[in-house]
């Protein structure tokens, strides 16, 4: 039996507006709801209900008036399945401005994808549907209801109404459902006080009610983001859980990691004939770093990664001796391989879940155990100075995670359950741009030679390394003539030095460019432009007031290093003026050193991570026009003798 909680006020204006054959006019909107939005949802209903450890029952109903072309990705429904994700049932419908119905659709009518497409990488159950009225009418309004059946209690529906900053909320009602012999972990985000809550009990069952209203759209604030969440959200968390043929219990971080590590045991003996050839290598280095490190050079050199995660296979990992004996495996595989090589050499490593990317990652709430992992990594414990490996890379080296993982809480997989810890971060002094660019001015000449010897260290080698191991030199070189800020350039030498096998790798660039439009002048004076170096800081655009704090998620250092030589028929009249400005988030120096024959100029900005008060968003900004206004006046006037 399925259990509804319905704010009656509510519904009974939609059954009056049904019963004469209109839902939903637009007129009916407040004019406080329209405002900075581009869409409104009318209403949201969204129900979950446990039936048991492997059967989640849920409704989502919901209408939103889509008011302007901006709104429009508000109307598109996309709805993700799996083996373990069922769709039961889809129906919507179409109304214009006026509340007259002028389409519907069911389930048959959407198309089907797979969430890889024709991928040679990623293999798995995982596929979407998708629908469009492709309506352009506007304003106009959508309905949908999508009834699923979740078949696992591993993961749990998440309620999160308003969609996002620019659209407004009328209603929204989250109902759950269980039985009171099952344990459900809740915990709001962002939910304010308006809130109405409800808990009660009924057949041996458990019915809490959320219930919102008239929740505004915002103006949104770039680096403001504190958390995982920008709209009110409530988040789900089972006690005891079942994921296919296994169970489990996720009411702590030890727990959850206990049974990752039964779902894993037993899964990382190498094939016989690895075996030896593993313990050939790990006799040659009697270092334990070192050793690491040619280990996961042959690890490197023998795998791939491929994805293959149907069903069960998305959370166990294949055992080692399939990973090698086919040479490839996804993060779990690879990570297991890896850790049974370590294992062969007698070290011992954990596995660990982490959720990764570069940008804006989900940020593991430590006090809410969660299954909110994306990617498998591998850590070797050695005192305060453990060694990470990502695993499915084959170009960075062992100690070694870069901008998809460091930073952030990991959950290590031990024999006695799971462990946090963090991993490591690559502030200032690691992650960094030493920049030296010589100018060898020749009068009279229309095209200057500028060389540039550039260092790149931590997450801002990144890219450039991936980009150096796959690229052809052809490549490469393209990439290079669309990096640079001058006028018109072309690229005539290059070459890069990648640092040896360390646990923080650098790369070395050095670049001969043959310029143009960077020298004008006339017969008594010669002007050099120094204006093609860049504003190393991030350009926040926001028109409106500041409300949020500023929030900075990475700590680095770039330095600029300029040094014109000139002959001997020319004098200085003018140079750069020097600057120095300095702030709590970050600082910023402009130094110009005169010499006979040559000029230097070192600008240096070094960025600070952390949540900075909302005063110093306008700081932040004065700094970034001082920088700004700097550069469009660098350069240096020269007399002609």
Known sequence: MKYFFIIVSFFTGIELYAKSGIKYPVSQISDSLKNNAHAVIRYDNTEVEILGLDEVWSMHRYAVTILDEEGKYMADLMEHYSLLSKISDIQGHLYDVNGKELKSMKLKDMADFSSFTMSYVFHDDNRYKKFSFNHNQYPYTVEFEIEQLLKTTFFLPRWSPQIDHAVALEEANFTLTYPNSFTVREKEYLISGNVQREERAADERVIKTWHLSNIKAYDYQPYSRQSNFSTPTVVLGPGDFQLMDYTGNMDSWTNFGLFMYKLNKDRDRLPEDKRSVIKALADKEPDTRKKIQLLYEYMQQNTRYVANEYGIAGWQTFDAENVGKNGYGDCKGLTNY??????????????????????????????????????????????????????????????????????????????????????????????????????????????????????????????????????????????????????????????????????????????????????????????????????????????????????????????DTITIIIPENVSLESIPKQQMATYVFASYNLEVIKSDRSITMIRSYEQNEGIYAIDDFEHYQKMYGLMEADRARLSVVLLNE
């Open 338 to 559: 890896m850790k049974a090589i370590l294992n062969e050499a007698g070290i011992t490593s954990y596995a660990a879940l982490i959720y990764a990317g570069a940008e804006e990652h989900y940020k593991i709430d430590t006090e809410f155990p969660a299954n909110n992992f994306n990617h498998m990594i591998l850590c070797v414990p050695s005192g305060k100075d453990s060694i990470w490996i990502e695993c499915t890379s084959q170009q960075l080296p062992a100690g070694y995670l870069g901008s998809f993982t460091q930073n952030r809480y990991a959950l290590l997989i031990t024999e006695n359950g799971g462990v946090l810890c963090k991993t490591p971060s690559y502030g200032k002094d690691k992650s960094f741009v030493l920049r030296n660019a010589t100018v060898r001015y020749e009068d009279h000449k229309k095209q200057q030679i500028v060389k540039f010897n550039n260092k790149y260290s931590g997450i801002f080698q990144d890219d450039l390394l991936h980009s150096l191991k796959v690229q052809p030199e052809s490549k490469i070189k393209d990439e290079l003539n669309k990096k640079f800020s001058f006028p018109t350039y072309s690229i005539a030498d290059f070459n890069y030095q990648i640092s040896p096998a360390t646990e923080l790798p650098c790369i070395e660039e050095n670049v001969t460019a043959v310029v143009s439009g960077i020298v004008t002048g006339t017969q008594k004076r010669t002007f050099i432009d120094l204006s093609w170096i860049g504003n190393p800081m991030k350009h926040i655009a926001q028109q409106n007031k500041r409300t949020e704090p500023l929030v900075l998620e990475q700590s680095l250092r770039i330095v």
